[in-house]
Nanobody, 123 residues
Framework: VQLQASGGGLVQAGGSLRLSCAASGRTFDNYVMGWFRQAPGKERGFVAAINWLGSSTNYLDSVKGRFTISRDNAKNTVYLQMNSLKLEDTAVYYC?????????????????WGQGTQVTVSS
């Protein structure tokens, strides 16, 4: 089972990036897919999550209105569209899958993790 995150890069403040997370080795039927991020010297923290049907989402307050999580189950892929990026969004972003609830925000409830993709926002 593998989650492969991609799409990170260097972007100026106010810009946009779209992260992708492709799953292989199995399908994630009934799994919640989530995005977390970890900045240098900080713990990994919740960013967004989406349920299997895509009908329910949850966001960190500071990214609401700027980030959008979505998934394409036919492609076994989850996305994170990030707009109006801020310096404080700089971090390594990780995707994860777990048999949990969309409202769960802790890392412990996720079973599978991708390798992370670096997002750097410059001024």
């Amino acid at each position: 089972v593998q989650l492969q995150a991609s799409g990170g890069g260097l972007v100026q403040a106010g810009g946009s990036l779209r992260l992708s997370c492709a799953a292989s080795g199995r399908t994630f039927d009934n799994y919640v897919m989530g995005w977390f991020r970890q900045a240098p010297g900080k713990e990994r923290g919740f960013v967004a999550a989406i349920n299997w049907l895509g009908s329910s989402t949850n966001y960190l307050d500071s990214v609401k209105g700027r980030f959008t999580i979505s998934r394409d189950n036919a492609k076994n892929t989850v996305y994170l569209q990030m707009n109006s990026l801020k310096l404080e969004d700089t971090a390594v972003y990780y995707c994860a899958a777990g048999r949990t609830l969309v409202r769960s925000t802790t890392t412990e409830v996720y079973d599978y993790w991708g390798q992370g993709t670096q997002v750097t926002v410059s001024s």
